[in-house]
């Protein structure tokens, strides 16, 4: 299953002591004694937990009628403060690294370890971002979210493709969320706004001798940059370039892990009424593309989506035919 504790009832009670202290004070200010209280710790593990905190830059300020008050939290994505901010902790296992080359190769490694997932890094930026036939993402520090999720979805095998498909609605819900945009899926692994690429998706397998198959789900999403490399300046964009305003990265990455959450469950159980909501998000279907698929370059008019998520094409001599992975790069944005 790909999320055992999503059918739990978490509570901050389960989270550990300095995300349960987030939670409780995003939820309302607390004087240090309720919280012990509340979290059902003791006085000196709440006032240490707070101490940890305002080290790693949170603003908790005391307020004499109010108690303690979560006045303002790093632009700095950091474990505990995401655990706070889902709304259903349905991923328990999340690292954050300064710096990585690819944070698709560190969950590789602990795939290939016999990591039974679901677990999840981020990192600030990454030296060698890697997109889909070895190209080169851009990963500036601190300006994305750069993360890859390490899953064992129980599906056959080929339907593992659906996997990307429902990951890019994910990211799309949570931009909506977020920042009342409207991002497009433009299949299979990029979502846009506004006519340019805004995030991209490189889903890779692995295999553990007793574990068996796994796989990465690496998600790149551009927040804050205001520039890009001159290579992909026309077609990259941002998020905060687009909604014009500063995006508050965790709360981002927060609302990014609860979609995949609430979404990853059902590509086992309704891929169906998924793929409804991916067409209607959808940047391709009923346009004239072009579509590179391995040595193969077509043109058609993009159909419609199969059973899996496998793109229908329009042939010119009027036959349909169906592709499940590909570069669209024409006539769609
Ligand atoms: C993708 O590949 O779009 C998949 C990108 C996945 C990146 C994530 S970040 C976390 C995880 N760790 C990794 O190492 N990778 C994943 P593809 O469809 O092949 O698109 C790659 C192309 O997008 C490049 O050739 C550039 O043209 C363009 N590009 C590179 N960086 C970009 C950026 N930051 N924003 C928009 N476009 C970019």
Do not use: Y
């Amino acid at each position: 299953m790909l999320s055992p504790e999503s059918h739990g009832a978490p509570t901050a009670f389960s989270l550990p002591v300095d995300a349960a202290i987030l939670k409780q004070l995003r939820f309302s200010p607390a004087h240090p004694s309720e919280l012990a209280r509340q979290l059902r710790l003791s006085p000196d593990a709440v006032l240490l937990g707070i101490s940890r905190l305002q080290d790693a830059g949170f603003d908790i300020a005391p307020n004499p009628a109010l108690g303690l008050q979560l006045v303002s939290s790093p632009d700095r994505l950091i474990a505990d403060d995401l655990r706070s901010r889902m709304n259903h902790p349905w991923i328990h296992d999340i690292t954050v690294f300064e710096s990585t080359a690819s944070t698709n190769d560190l969950a590789m490694k602990r795939g290939l370890q016999g990591a039974s997932g679901p677990l999840v890094i981020f990192a600030e930026t990454q030296t060698a971002g890697r997109g889909r036939f070895g190209r080169k993402w851009h990963s500036k520090e601190k300006e994305g979210i750069w993360m890859s999720l390490l899953l064992r979805p129980r599906l056959p095998f080929a339907q593992w493709p659906r996997l990307t498909s429902t990951a890019a609605l994910a990211i799309a819900l949570a931009i909506e969320q977020q920042t009342r945009l409207k991002p497009g899926i433009k299949w299979p692994n990029d979502v846009f706004v506004n006519g340019k690429k805004i995030s991209g998706l490189l889903v890779e397998t692995g295999q553990h001798p007793e574990k068996g198959p796994f796989a990465i789900l690496g998600i790149g999403l551009n927040a804050n940059q205001t520039e890009f490399p001159e290579e992909i300046r026309e077609k990259a964009s941002s998020l905060k370039l687009e909604c014009r305003g500063t995006i508050d990265r965790p709360a981002m990455a927060a609302a990014l892990l609860d979609q995949l959450g609430s979404l990853l469950p059902e590509l086992e159980t309704d891929f169906p009424s998924l793929l409804r909501r991916i067409a209607q998000c959808s940047t391709v279907l009923g346009r004239p593309i072009r579509l590179h698929s391995g040595e193969t370059v077509i043109e058609g008019i993009a159909e419609n989506l199969d059973e899996e998520g496998r793109l229908l094409v329009r042939m010119p001599d009027g036959t349909l035919e169906r592709f499940s992975a590909g570069e669209v790069t024409t006539g769609a944005r």
